[in-house]
């Protein structure tokens, strides 16, 4: 682990005027919400603190391009022509990026108990914020890890548009795979329907979670071992692939 | 067996290049054909070339961006890729792309650490640097993209010296620089060369390399076509200008004879100049003293051009039966 | 030889590899385990045909509850094997609820049955899991009609829920009695229950069957708890005993105060707890005339929305939670409240 690709990484993401906006844009507006609907609307949301989807929004804004902007402006090959593997630079990158987004995702979580202590004291319960910090950070470990090797397949943050390109073919594909069909004929297409649906659906349901690796700790004695397993799985394979193929590439060096 | 030692230490130090090929778009473009050189430790080593001939791949595959798809490098006895090289070798690259947002100081710091050296000599070791590489204190603090592209060679110049390397890969150094900058540079050079360091120099400004150079490698479509060896005189073939006053039509000398019995070559012959190839240094006095004392008043007797030049001149091919007359 | 001693920058670290090999594969072997749940599991819920189900239902006047699922579902597979598996979600289905599990065959077969294809066109599959509660008098119609405004099945099934329906029944000014229950209607649309779709936690299920709990109720009921009368208050609002007083504050008519009377009165855990360490006082706040006693007990507590509980300690400030969002938060409150005490 190389620090100083850490601090380099955060330094890189403070300095970006328009990354910092956003992320204080996205990372205020569940607790503005919260915050209205708490003392103003006098309506008491179902859940105190926000979901998944807004974590995983930090974990991008934080992270997207972190390798792929220094491909873009050809600092990359000057870093790596120090002293240090690629693989010491793929997990300092992955530290920093997860560290960051958990940092903002905690954060956030503290605001939002912040503010339903002053309307509603009486239901912050301990051992769901802990719950809900805790799956915050799991998504924030998981999620940069996708995005760390997203990042080093593509130059600029083209990597958060194939994120969303990939998110949608996932849900197309869990779409295609619940597909009701009705009275398809005998013969080819009904063998190509039983073999297609699941297949699809199998493969969008893996997407989607590889999309937003997450192990639900809401019941903490029944967690089954494959999400477990499978959530460990896509952190280590993603972050090899990176290795892999940051190893084999050849950097762009001069015009000719 | 001191002997087998030390020439064992000998072939390890230095570069090795052998037999490199490397080619582009699907083997449709070859950039690099069967290229093979030596650098010793301690030497400036000279690279130029046409454009397109292969000197910027041949720096990718020495720093090991690149793959080559045939042929051996070594660096110090090791492959360019391994880790240990890393630390002996600093680059300038010709494309300077530093991160835009970094003050010039926050660059250097980052290279000092990335290099793995101690933090207590950090500050006074990276200030020391952009001293050295003249960069104006002023704009230390300044970020990076304020930078003009004289102050971009500048930063970059120092940023290849943080790990005090062995080998110093130079990508057009004098590129952008001011000629105050130039002559900084190559005094910086000289010190450097005198410490020891390995400098291999990819430049268009041939008076540059002429100035800083050991040798010369002229690389042409992949291949290395030559050789010069600027510590040595000026070669043998080097074409000579002799320049008089006075007619030629009072003079009535047969100066292709002239030259013949000297063993020089005359190439052109003009009413009060002419250019000749001596057979040897040597031979020069002798032809002067005859010249003299056929009676011409000569005013000038210069190198006709850069010796380096000559690479790129297509006219040096060319037979001198084709020149005169 | 020499090449392999030193280590390259771009060496690929083995170990990584290997380990997100090793656990790639018990990813996938876990999650096909998963899915084909093994025979072990419990079979606690006592499955109908579904027209098995319609006969039953129309006799005993119970809702059924469809579960809608296919065999390649995964989810479908884990529902069944964790949340069907637990003892509290089958005892509500299997006492509240005509269960039946409709299984789709349209991607092994090409289609379904006639019955399977109507069932599930009624409820508006469109993924599995999907559950869907139908009320017995709604077994042949469309689910959707029971969303519809001003449709006179809703109207109907409303009217015979709420206390309206011996007014409406006696032949009150039906005008009259019809506009306040389309309030209600309205205020029941803004927690209606669609069908539950898709699965990820046990929780989920469970308090989706509470949320059917409500819609198919039974009358207002005020529960197993042992209710008494107001204690005298000092002029700070302290009670005069040394025990704990809870007073409840519900509408006679409303979701929020029937999901409270559900998930605490009627609850056997709390209702023992409250009957066990205070004094439960019943305020039953009516909707459309308010007694003066009820505002004015509103007013001293800072009552804004209902239902209400407060805590009242002896030596403390009252402890007032207004409002009413879920049956996990409630209890959360009790215990909290009940607990500050000791």
Not at chain 1, 160 to 179: D, E, K, P, R, T
Not at chain 2, 54 to 63: A, E, I, Q, S, Y
Not at chain 3, 228 to 246: E, F, R, Y
Request: aromatic residues 8%; hydrophobic residues 40%.
């Amino acid at each position: 682990m190389i620090w100083a690709i850490c601090k380099n990484t955060w330094n890189q993401c403070l300095a970006s005027r328009v990354r910092l906006g956003i992320l204080c844009l996205v990372w205020i507006a569940p607790i503005l919400q919260n915050t209205i609907s708490l003392c103003v609307q006098h309506v008491f949301p179902e859940a105190l603190y926000s979901q998944s989807n807004s974590v995983a929004l930090l974990v991008l804004i934080v992270g997207s391009g972190c390798i792929g902007s220094q491909l873009n402006d050809g600092t990359l090959s000057l870093t790596l022509s120090r002293p240090l593997t690629v693989a010491q630079y793929v997990m300092s990158k992955w530290f920093a990026v997860f560290v960051a987004s958990s940092v903002a995702a905690l954060s956030q979580l503290a605001a939002e108990v912040l503010v339903s202590l002053t309307r509603t004291p009486a239901l912050i319960n301990p051992a769901d914020v802990l719950t809900n910090g805790a799956e915050r950070v799991i998504l924030c470990v998981g999620l940069s890890a996708v995005l760390i090797l997203l990042s080093s397949l593509v130059s600029g943050v083209k990597d958060l548009a194939f994120f969303l390109v990939l998110s949608m073919v996932a849900s197309l594909c869990v779409g295609i795979g619940q597909l009701k069909v009705d009275d398809v004929p005998a013969g080819w297409p009904q063998l190509a329907v039983s073999v297609l649906c699941p297949v699809c659906y199998h493969i969008g349901q893996a997407g989607n979670f590889i999309l937003g690796p997450m192990v639900d700790l809401s019941s903490l004695a029944n967690i089954p071992w494959s999400v477990v397993a499978s959530y460990f799985a896509v952190i280590a394979t993603f972050l090899s692939l990176a290795i892999f193929s940051l190893n084999r590439r050849e950097l762009p060096y001069g015009a000719e | 067996m001191p002997e087998n030692e030390s020439s064992l230490t000998i072939e390890k130090s230095g570069i090795r290049i052998d037999g490199l090929c490397k080619t582009y778009k699907g083997g449709k473009v070859k950039a690099l054909n069967e290229l093979s050189v030596s650098i010793e430790a301690g030497e400036a080593f000279g690279i130029i070339g046409p454009n397109g001939a292969g000197k910027t791949t041949l720096f990718g595959c020495l720093l090991s961006f690149l793959r080559p798809d045939k042929g051996t490098i070594t660096i110090d006895g090791m492959p360019p890729d391994a880790l240990e090289v890393r630390k002996l070798v600093g680059y300038l690259p010709e494309r300077l792309n530093f991160d835009k947002w970094m003050t010039g100081r926050e660059f250097m710091h980052f290279h000092h650490e990335l290099s793995g050296l101690p933090r207590d000599v950090r500050l006074s070791r990276c200030d020391e640097l952009l001293t050295r590489v003249g960069l104006d204190p002023t704009s230390w603090t300044r970020p990076i993209k304020k930078y003009s592209r004289g102050m971009l060679q500048r930063l970059g110049f120092a940023q290849a010296l943080v790990g005090n390397p062995k080998y110093l890969l130079l990508d057009e150094p004098a590129s952008g620089v001011d000629p105050a900058g130039v002559l900084l540079l190559r005094r910086l050079l000289k010190e450097l060369k005198s410490s020891g360091v390995t400098i291999i120099l990819n430049s268009h400004q041939l008076d540059q390399v002429e100035k800083t150079c050991d040798r010369v490698a002229f690389i042409q479509q992949g291949k290395v076509n030559g050789i010069e060896n600027l510590q040595a005189g000026p070669a043998h073939d080097t074409r000579f200008l002799v320049r008089w006053t006075g007619f030629e039509s009072q003079i009535h000398v047969d100066l292709s004879a002239l030259f013949a019995r000297h063993g020089a070559n005359l190439i052109e012959s003009q009413p009060e100049y002419c250019i000749f190839v001596p057979s040897g240094i040597d031979t020069i006095a002798s032809i002067l003293k005859e010249m003299l004392t056929e009676g011409y008043a000569i005013i000038q007797l210069t190198p006709e051009e850069n010796r380096l030049e000559r690479y790129f001149d297509g006219e040096s091919k060319k037979s001198p039966e084709d020149k005169s007359g | 030889m020499a090449q392999s001693e030193f280590v390259s920058t771009k060496h690929d670290p083995k170990m990584l590899y290997v380990t997100a090999l090793i656990l790639t594969v018990l990813a996938v072997v876990g999650n096909l385990l998963d899915e084909n749940h093994p025979e072990g599991a419990p079979k606690l819920i006592k499955w109908r045909t579904i027209s098995q189900a319609r006969v039953e239902s129309l006799q005993k006047h119970k809702p059924v509850l469809y579960v809608f699922s296919a065999n390649w579902c995964g989810p479908c597979k884990r529902m069944e094997s964790i949340a069907f598996g637990r003892r509290d979600i089958a005892n509500t289905i299997n006492k509240n609820y005509i269960p039946v599990l409709v299984i789709d065959e349209s991607q092994e077969r090409g289609k379904n049955t006639p019955a399977v294809q109507k069932t599930q066109k009624q409820c508006n599959v469109n993924s599995f899991p999907t559950l869907c509660v139908v009320p017995w008098n709604l077994l042949d119609a469309d689910v959707e009609d029971v969303f519809s405004t001003g449709n006179e099945i809703e109207r109907n099934l409303i009217a015979r829920n709420l206390p309206y329906a011996e007014a409406f029944e006696s032949g009150e000014d039906k005008d009259d009695v019809s506009e306040r229950a389309t309030m209600d209607v309205l205020d029941y649309y803004r927690n209606r229950v669609p069908a539950h779709v898709g699965y990820s936690t046990p929780d989920d299920i469970s308090e989706y069957l509470f949320q059917c709990n409500i819609w198919h109720r039974l009358p207002p009921s005020k529960g197993k708890i042992h209710w008494g009368p107001m204690p005298t208050l000092d002029a700070s609002g302290k009670p005069a005993t040394q025990s704990p007083v809870l007073i409840a504050f519900v509408e006679d008519c409303g979701v929020l105060s029937d999901k409270m009377r559900l998930s605490l009165f009627e609850n056997d855990e709390t209702s023992s707890l409250i009957n066990r360490d205070c004094k439960p006082v019943l305020v039953e706040v009516s909707k459309q005339e308010p007694s003066q006693e009820a505002i004015a007990l509103k007013k001293r507590f800072a009552i804004s929305a209902l239902p209400a509980i407060v805590v009242l300690l002896p030596n403390e400030k009252p402890i007032v939670q207004d409002g009413f969002t879920s049956k996990k938060h409630a209890l959360q409150f009790l215990n909290r409240a009940l607990q500050s005490r000791k």
